[in-house]
Structure formats: C-alpha cells, structure tokens
T-cell receptor, first 115, second 111 residues
Framework: KAGVTQTPRYLIKTRGQQVTLSCSPI?????VSWYQQTPGQGLQFLFE???????NKGNFPGRFSGRQFSNSRSEMNVSTLELGDSALYLC??????????????FGQGTRLTVV | KNQVEQSPQSLIILEGKNCTLQ??????????LRWYKQDTGRGPVSLTI?????NTKSNGRYTATLDADTKQSSLHITASQLSDSASYIC??????????FGAGTTVTVRA
C-alpha cells in the first residue's frame, strides 16, 4: 500500500512568486490536511479538505489556499511568497476527519525556501 | 484557548536507558490525544492515539499514558536506542476535530 506522496521534495522560489505543492493521499483516504512546520513555530495547521470540500481552516492569510480533486489528491498554493514562508510543508491523509479517532499518515514534506 | 505544553524541551540520554516525556493540555472538549515521532527532515509518524477511556497504550518500546481528569499524558521510552533520537510531538484533538500541537521534545540518544 503506497504511502502519502508529496511533490516536489525541495523547492526554491523568489519573493513575490507563487508556488503549488501537491499531495497524493493513501488510496481510500478522503481527508487531506496541510501543515506548515518551522523551527520557531512548530507544526501549524493550514487547512483540511474532505471529499473536495474545505472542512477546517487555520489562521493563515488568504495567500495560502488549497483544493482537493475528485481522486482525493490535493494541492496547496501560496501566492506572493514572503521570506517567512520558508518552511517544511507537510500533508497528512486519513480515512475520516483529521481529528477523528483514526490514524493520520504524513508525507515526507516539501521543503520550500524563499530567497 | 486550546494549548498543549510539552516538557522537557530537549533531553539527552544514554543508549539503553529509559526516559519519560510529558504533555499537559487545556483542550476542551477532548476527542483524542496522539504522540508522533519525527526524524529530522522527515514527516511525523504516529506512535499512539488514545481516546478518553484509554489510560495506557503501547507500541513496542513506547508506552503512552493518559489522565483525562488532570489533562496530562506521558510517553515512556524503554531501553532507548540510537534510532530513538528524534522529536516527539503531542497532538490533542478537540470535539470539533481541530488539532492542537505541542512544540515537541527533542530526544538525543548517545552511545
């Protein structure tokens, strides 16, 4: 059974550019959640998608957006990149909601560096 | 405000020794509590997930305890190995399935 796949693994972008990250969940999982992880802030929740609908959203500016396709694959987009957006972006997939009593599986993450 | 506090922030132990990590939370209402292990540069891996009615749960050399009354959890690592060097993150889910994350405890195991 394939795990959660995130692409690309590493990315370098310039301030002001936009970026799209991709996450393919485990087959059969309908929930995909996105997180930002930085050394100073730890793991912070961005948003969760379930069956193509955004179910929960964290406290991030509108520059961060996402979507989920009918095959449960999800993309996250960050527009007008800032230096502070440099982080490890993780996605997690689960069969039901991210916070339900079912296990969530994380991908390896995309390391984004904004210069 | 829902909060999750982990202690210590970091610790160093010798290979073969035991250690215990702490997690205190103020999340309410409570749905479940998870412990994750995260190796440097990799995604977190689930160790245990416990609901309100569970007091203890083990996963190999990892044993988690939960006291829902005092809102405290601990993760005990037995007979530590070099591969246990990682960050351990406590995550608490509230009734609306929102997650609150601890800052993590960095464990370094030395030979």
């Amino acid at each position: 059974k394939a795990g959660v796949t995130q692409t690309p693994r590493y990315l370098i972008k310039t301030r002001g550019q936009q970026v799209t990250l991709s996450c393919s969940p485990i087959s059969g999982h309908r929930s995909v959640s996105w997180y930002q992880q930085t050394p100073g802030q730890g793991l912070q929740f961005l948003f969760e998608y379930f069956s193509e609908t955004q179910r929960n959203k964290g406290n991030f500016p509108g520059r961060f957006s996402g979507r989920q396709f009918s095959n449960s694959r999800s993309e996250m987009n960050v527009s007008t990149l800032e230096l502070g957006d440099s982080a490890l972006y993780l996605c997690a997939s689960s069969f039901s909601s991210q916070g339900a009593n079912t296990e969530a599986f994380f991908g390896q993450g995309t390391r984004l560096t904004v210069v | 405000k829902n909060q999750v506090e982990q202690s210590p922030q970091s610790l160093i132990i010798l290979e073969g020794k035991n250690c215990t990590l702490q997690c205190n939370y103020t999340v309410s209402p409570f749905s479940n509590l998870r412990w994750y292990k995260q190796d440097t540069g990799r995604g977190p891996v689930s160790l245990t997930i416990m609901t309100f009615s569970e007091n203890t749960k083990s996963n190999g050399r990892y044993t988690a305890t939960l006291d829902a009354d005092t809102k405290q959890s601990s993760l005990h690592i037995t007979a530590s190995q070099l591969s246990d060097s990682a960050s351990y993150i406590c995550v608490v889910s509230s009734g609306d399935y929102k997650l609150s994350f601890g800052a993590g405890t960095t464990v370094t195991v030395r030979a």
